[in-house]
T-cell receptor, first 111, second 113 residues
C-alpha cells in the first residue's frame, strides 16, 4: 500500500531548541495534515494544508506543503515541556476518501 | 457531552473470546474509522465507514468485524481474540471528506492474554 516516510523516528532536544521533522512519499497528495498525540490520548489535529507551497502557522508551529506535493514539513520553535509527545503526519491521496498516516516522530525534551 | 467517546478505556480478555469495542460520536459525522496503534507501526486503518450501513476494509481488517446501523455508532468486534490483537485502538470521525482531518477518541487499550 501507499506509505509515508516520516523522520526522524525520535528526537531528544533541550528545552528552547527548535525542532524540524518531515514526511515524504512517492505519491502525490492533495492534503497534508499534522497531528500531535499526548500520552494516553488520541491524536489531535494541529495544522491542515491544502495547496502546494502553502505555509501555515499555529502558534510556535509552522508547517509547509511541499511544492512537489510529495512532502511536508513541521517546525516547532522554542520548544517547551508540553511539546513532548508523538507527532504524526498524514496525507490524503488524490481521489481517495481516507488519509494515511506516517509512523510518527516521538519528541523528548531534556530538562 | 459533545464529542467522540470510546468504551471501555481498558480491557483485558482471553485468547479466543469475542470482544466488542464501542465508539460513539455526537456530531453526526458521515465518516468513521477504526485504527490500531502499535509500536513501530504507527496508526493502521482497520475498517472505515462512509455512512450508515456502508463499511469497507482498511489495511489490517483480518480478525475484525464492524457494523454501522446508526450514524453515531461504529462498534468494532474481535470475533476470536488473539494475542497479536493486543494494541491500542482508536476510533475517529470526520464531517465530510477526509481532507478536513479526523477527530479521534481517547482510545481503548486492549490486552489479550
Amino acid at each position: 500500500g501507499q506509505q509515508l516516510n516520516q523522520s526522524p523516528q525520535s528526537m531528544f532536544i533541550q528545552e528552547g531548541e527548535d525542532v524540524s521533522m518531515n514526511c515524504t512519499s512517492s505519491s502525490i497528495f492533495n492534503t497534508w495534515l499534522w497531528y500531535k498525540q499526548d500520552p494516553g490520548e488520541g491524536p489531535v489535529l494541529l495544522i491542515a494544508l491544502y495547496k502546494a507551497g502553502e505555509l501555515t502557522s499555529n502558534g510556535r508551529l509552522t508547517a509547509q506543503f511541499g511544492i512537489t506535493r510529495k512532502d511536508s514539513f513541521l517546525n516547532i520553535s522554542a520548544s517547551i515541556p508540553s511539546d513532548v509527545g508523538i507527532y504524526f503526519c498524514a496525507g490524503q491521496l488524490l481521489r481517495d476518501d481516507k488519509i494515511i498516516f506516517g509512523k510518527g516522530t516521538r519528541l523528548h525534551i531534556l530538562p | 457531552d459533545a464529542g467522540i467517546t470510546q468504551s471501555p478505556r481498558y480491557k483485558i480478555t482471553e485468547t479466543g473470546r469475542q470482544v466488542t469495542l464501542m465508539c460513539h460520536q455526537t456530531w453526526s459525522h458521515s465518516y468513521m474509522f477504526w485504527y490500531r496503534q502499535d509500536l513501530g507501526h504507527g496508526l493502521r486503518l482497520i475498517y472505515y465507514s462512509a455512512a450508515a450501513d456502508i463499511t469497507d476494509k482498511g489495511e489490517v481488517p483480518d480478525g475484525y468485524v464492524v457494523s454501522r446501523s446508526k450514524t453515531e455508532n461504529f462498534p468494532l468486534t474481535l470475533e476470536s481474540a488473539t494475542r497479536s490483537q493486543t494494541s491500542v485502538y482508536f476510533c475517529a470521525s470526520s464531517e465530510s471528506t477526509a481532507g478536513y482531518g479526523y477527530t479521534f477518541g481517547s482510545g481503548t487499550r486492549l490486552t489479550v492474554v
